[in-house]
């Protein structure tokens, strides 16, 4: 079986894991590197007075053919970093995500109504991803409206009520699975979510498969 890991800070050495590892740009880069296919992006945390000039970077990245998306980018209200600027950031983040039709991988903590509203108001046409989505149905049902698709992570081994239902009520072409920080094997991961959708795991990595080739290789809409 060949599984994806949509959202990964480590590229797993396993010849059986396709790994999309973020890679967080800051100001102060001078060189950039990659072993294989990536996203690039501001982090939320990274977020400061000069998060243009970061923002930049990951324009100029845009040429790389191993670079797959934008991000992670977001908003966190748990952070330390002005709220103003990761507003700003972010919007920034989207509309660079529009001009260089890549998929936007978006990290929100405590700011859902925020990003929802941010949402509607740029209406995207490329797709955002919803990374380490850890709440339940309702709001799943929220962001699966608005056009998102949604990572899946860790979270799901420790089947909470409220996130076993939005894993699955979600169709099955509008999610993803990944590692994100956690220290946890991908496969561990398949295996939850595929016994709360009570399919195999071959079914899953499948479908998985599908909707990452949709979202990050194919090409995108104009």
């Not at 079986?1 to 102060?28: C, K, P």
Request: glycine share 4%.
């Amino acid at each position: 079986m060949l599984y994806v890991d949509a959202h990964s800070l480590h590229r797993s050495a396993s010849q059986n894991v396709t790994s999309l590892v973020n890679i967080r740009i800051t100001a102060s880069m001078e060189v950039f590197e990659t072993d294989g296919i990536c996203t690039v992006g501001l982090h939320t945390d990274d977020v400061t007075e000069d998060w243009r000039d970061a923002l930049d970077i990951v324009e100029d990245l845009m040429s790389e053919k191993l670079v797959l998306g934008i991000g992670e980018c977001g908003l966190d209200q748990s952070s330390n970093a002005p709220w103003i600027h990761q507003v700003d950031a972010f919007e920034y983040a989207a509309d660079l995500a529009e001009r260089f039709t890549k998929p936007l991988v978006v990290h929100c903590v405590k700011a859902h109504d925020e990003l929802l509203s941010i949402n509607k108001f740029i209406d995207p046409i490329q797709q955002w991803v919803l990374h380490g989505f850890v709440k339940g149905a309702d709001l799943a049902r929220q962001y699966l409206d608005s056009g998102m698709i949604l990572t899946f992570g860790a979270a799901v081994t420790k089947e909470s009520a409220s996130l076993v239902e939005a894993v699955r009520m979600c169709p099955s072409d509008r999610f993803l699975l990944e590692t994100g920080a956690d220290n946890v094997r991908i496969e561990d991961i398949y295996n939850a979510v595929a016994k709360i959708r009570g399919i195999s795991v071959e079914e899953l990595c499948t479908a998985v498969h599908e909707t990452f080739e949709k979202v990050f290789i194919s090409e995108p809409p104009q």
